[in-house]
T-cell receptor
Framework: GAVVSQHPSRVICKSGTSVKIECRSL??????MFWYRQFPKQSLMLMAT?????????EQGVEKDKFLINHASLTLSTLTVTSAHPEDSSFYIC????????????FGPGTRLTVT | EDQVTQSPEALRLQEGESSSLNCSYT??????LFWYRQDPGKGPEFLFT???AGEEKEKERLKATLTKKESFLHITAPKPEDSATYLC????????????FGTGTQLKVEL
């Protein structure tokens, strides 16, 4: 149980284009989903928290107009990187939380974004 | 400010050589402490949740313990497949449901 998927696993895009990453909880309903970014040999950096049907809450320093988050259902959240630039290249990971009475976050396998 | 510090940063063990990883935390109040395993190029895999001092959890060769200031992840007779980065994280009371991560311990188990 508690499986989270992400799609795509890898994406290469040209500078100036937008990229959408999907995060799905496959066997449970996720009341809250989180989006993280991870740089090489560093820990995870929380970008934003989203609750189903609500606007996402962004961490300080994260541009909400650049990283658009939608949490339209209890099993799906999307992150769209708009007008991507090479500095947006990174490993993006989502997590889902929602099993009743627990605080555990279950992570997706991650998406490697390369902007050329 | 909530803080999580993990030590050592890296650890090299021989197969069968038991050891412990440390996670020290400073929070106003602890809602939960979590251990994850992360393999290169993958998302973290959930291992354990600990909620109160004195609690212990076990899974195969891993055992997690919790005090009021720190947690230990004990690895008994490790195998090469236990090689990974082990992450510790906390959720503090008043911090919503956000995880605060440590920087991890990179474990390598050699034959």
């Amino acid at each position: 149980g508690a499986v989270v998927s992400q799609h795509p696993s890898r994406v290469i895009c040209k500078s100036g284009t937008s990229v959408k990453i999907e995060c799905r909880s496959l066997d449970f309903q996720a009341t809250t989903m989180f989006w993280y970014r991870q740089f090489p040999k560093q820990s995870l950096m929380l970008m934003a928290t989203s609750n189903e049907g609500s606007k996402a809450t962004y961490e300080q320093g994260v541009e909400k107009d650049k990283f658009l988050i939608n949490h339209a259902s209890l099993t799906l959240s999307t992150l769209t990187v708009t007008s991507a630039h090479p500095e947006d290249s990174s490993f993006y990971i989502c997590s889902a939380q929602g099993l009743a009475g627990t605080y555990e976050q279950y992570f997706g396998p991650g998406t490697r974004l390369t902007v050329t | 400010e909530d803080q999580v510090t993990q030590s050592p940063e890296a650890l090299r063990l021989q197969e069968g050589e038991s050891s412990s990883l440390n996670c020290s935390y400073t929070v106003s109040g602890l809602r939960g402490l979590f251990w994850y395993r992360q393999d290169p190029g993958k998302g973290p895999e959930f291992l354990f949740t600990l909620y109160s001092a004195g609690e212990e959890k076990e899974k195969e060769r891993l055992k997690a313990t919790l005090t009021k200031k720190e947690s230990f992840l004990h690895i008994t007779a490790p195998k090469p497949e236990d090689s990974a980065t082990y992450l510790c994280a906390v959720i503090a009371t008043g911090g919503g449901n956000k995880l605060t991560f440590g920087t991890g311990t990179q474990l390598k188990v050699e034959l």
